[in-house]
C-alpha cells in the first residue's frame, strides 16, 4: 500500500489550500477513504472521511470548511480547506477511515501551516 500526500504548504489565516492523496497497492474504489492530522504530541485526529459511494462526514472543528472528494477513476482523494485557521496546522495523511479501517502505512503525509 503507498499513499502519497501533497499539496500542502504555507497560508495566511483566511487562506485555501487543496491537498491530494494517490493511492495503490489496494482497490481503492471499495475502501471508504479519510483525511487525518496529527501536530507534535498530540494523537492523530480524523477530521473528513468519504465512503466509496460518497457519503462525507466531519469533525466538528472543520465542518462548513473542509470538503473531502474522491476520485475512483484516479485512485486519488482530495481535501479542499477554506478558512483555514492557525489550529489548522498540522501534518495532515489520507488513509482508510475509520482509524480501525486505516492500513499501517501512512506516507509521509504533507504539512499544512497556518499563519496568524
Known amino acids: 500500500v503507498q499513499l502519497q500526500a501533497s499539496g500542502g504548504g504555507l497560508v495566511q489565516t483566511g487562506g485555501s489550500l487543496r491537498l491530494s492523496c494517490a493511492a495503490s497497492g489496494f482497490i481503492f474504489n471499495f475502501v471508504p477513504m479519510g483525511w487525518y492530522r496529527q501536530t507534535p504530541g498530540k494523537q492523530r485526529e480524523l477530521v473528513a472521511s468519504?465512503?466509496?459511494?460518497?457519503?462525507?462526514d466531519y469533525a466538528d472543528s472543520v465542518k462548513g470548511r473542509f470538503t473531502i472528494s474522491r476520485d475512483n477513476a484516479k485512485n486519488t482523494v482530495y481535501l479542499s480547506m477554506n478558512r483555514l485557521k492557525p489550529e489548522d496546522t498540522a501534518v495532515y495523511y489520507c488513509n482508510g477511515a475509520p482509524l480501525l479501517r486505516a492500513f499501517g502505512s501512512w506516507g509521509q503525509g504533507t504539512q499544512v501551516t497556518v499563519s496568524s
Open positions: 468519504i465512503t466509496s459511494g460518497g457519503r462525507t
